[in-house]
């Protein structure tokens, strides 16, 4: 006899933190060009603006991967040089996903930085949304750990 799989809506959160050896304002500089992410975030080929905001509450990108798969995703809180938090609304298995980047000085010369995002499932087994978070928590790692080479140049 097969087992069947039970498949149901999961919820979850991804947090990584790095420390960066620049000052807030360079951080903050990088990060809030929201359509600066093919230099830093992984396997990015284009970011394009989708709104005629292009910071702040409103604006509204949208990702495109080296696999061809396209993520919209819609900024939904801002508050200049301290966060942004973002919502994606089209190209993820996901029902919900909303994700905030905070900074914040540890000195004048080092700054840290917060990637924290809430997800909740499309329907699929804890096993497969388990390793949909560990891939989401290795592309937040990389990726900041790209950002921070980028900043420490």
Request: hydrophobic share 40%; with cysteine.
């Amino acid at each position: 006899m097969v087992r069947k799989l039970q498949k149901s809506f999961q919820t979850g959160t991804v947090k990584k933190i790095i420390k960066i050896n620049a000052s807030k304002d360079k951080v903050w500089r990088k990060i809030s060009n929201i359509v600066g992410l093919p230099s830093w975030l992984v396997d990015v080929t284009k970011t394009e603006y989708l709104s005629k905001k292009k910071k702040g509450v409103g604006s509204i990108r949208l990702i495109t991967f080296e696999d061809g798969n396209k993520i919209e995703e819609h900024i939904v809180a801002w508050e200049n040089g301290k966060y942004f938090t973002y919502v994606a609304t089209v190209g993820l298995p996901l029902r919900a996903y909303v994700a905030t980047i905070s900074i914040k000085s540890k000195t004048k010369t080092t700054t840290q930085l917060t990637w924290k995002s809430y997800l909740n499932s499309e329907k699929m087994s804890e096993k497969q949304f388990h390793e949909f978070l560990v891939f989401m928590g290795c592309f937040y790692q990389a990726s900041l750990e790209n950002l921070k080479i980028l900043l420490e140049k």
